[in-house]
């Protein structure tokens, strides 16, 4: 049984470009949460997407956005990348039904915007 | 003033010694996690907690809700147990989860 899975491990883009990053959640898991972990920090919640749609969203521009395909796996994007958004992306899955309130994280995707 | 706040911020130990990082939260919660980071990133689970107090081989947790506050002990620490603990709460009515900035520990032979 796979846990959660992200790719890219590793990513360097320029400024002004445009950044898709993937998670496929832990089988049996239907909701997948994103976090921006800069450097030296504890992670921040960007969104969160249940049933392809987006469920909640922590304090980030629109500028980040996001995709939940009917297969629950799911897509960051980051458009117009400035240099603040360098930090370590992480992805996590969880059921909805579930009353445990587990989460499991993904390896995470390291981006870098030179 | 954040949401969750850890301490220490780094912690330095011998091996074998007792290890305690503390975490305080201003929210009320459903349920609050404490998470294990290893260079590289990826954040394992190692409990999560509701009330009370949880047991896992050499590391115990505990939480008091109406002081919100919760504590990660390790016995017998080892240097494999050096990482970046991280407390996280769920707050009510909330999908979200907030974090700590982590407490770096090194454990040394």
């Known amino acids: 049984d796979a846990g959660v899975t992200q790719s890219p491990t590793h990513l360097i883009k320029t400024r002004g470009q445009q950044v898709t990053l993937r998670c496929s959640p832990k089988?049996?898991?239907?909701?997948v949460s994103w976090y921006q972990q800069a450097l030296g920090q504890g992670p921040q919640f960007i969104f969160q997407?249940?049933?392809?749609?987006?469920?909640q969203r922590g304090n980030f521009p629109d500028r980040f956005s996001g995709h939940q395909f009917p297969n629950y796996s799911s897509e960051l994007n980051v458009n117009a990348l400035l240099l603040g958004d360098s930090a370590l992306y992480l992805c996590?899955?969880?059921?909805?039904?579930?009353?445990?309130?587990?989460?499991?994280f993904g390896p995470g995707t390291r981006l870098t915007v030179t | 003033k954040n949401e969750v706040e850890q301490s220490p911020q780094n912690l330095t130990a011998q091996e074998g010694e007792f290890i305690t990082i503390n975490c305080s939260y201003s929210?009320?919660?459903?349920?609050l996690h404490w998470l294990q980071q290893h260079p590289g990133g990826g954040i394992v689970s190692l409990f999560m907690?509701?009330?009370g107090k949880k047991k896992h081989g050499r590391l115990i947790a505990t939480i008091n809700i109406q002081e919100k506050h919760s504590s990660l002990h390790i016995t017998a620490s080892h240097p494999r147990d050096s990482a970046v603990y991280i407390c996280?709460?769920?707050?009510?009515?909330?999908?979200?989860?907030?974090f700590g900035a982590g407490t770096r520990l090194t454990v040394k032979p």
């Open positions: 996280a709460v769920i707050p009510y009515n909330n999908n979200d989860m907030r």
């Open positions: 907690l509701s009330s």
């Open positions: 929210v009320g919660i459903s349920a």
């Open positions: 997407y249940y049933e392809e749609e987006e469920r």
């Open positions: 996590a899955s969880s059921f909805a039904q579930s009353s445990s309130y587990e989460q499991y």
């Open positions: 089988s049996g898991h239907d909701t």
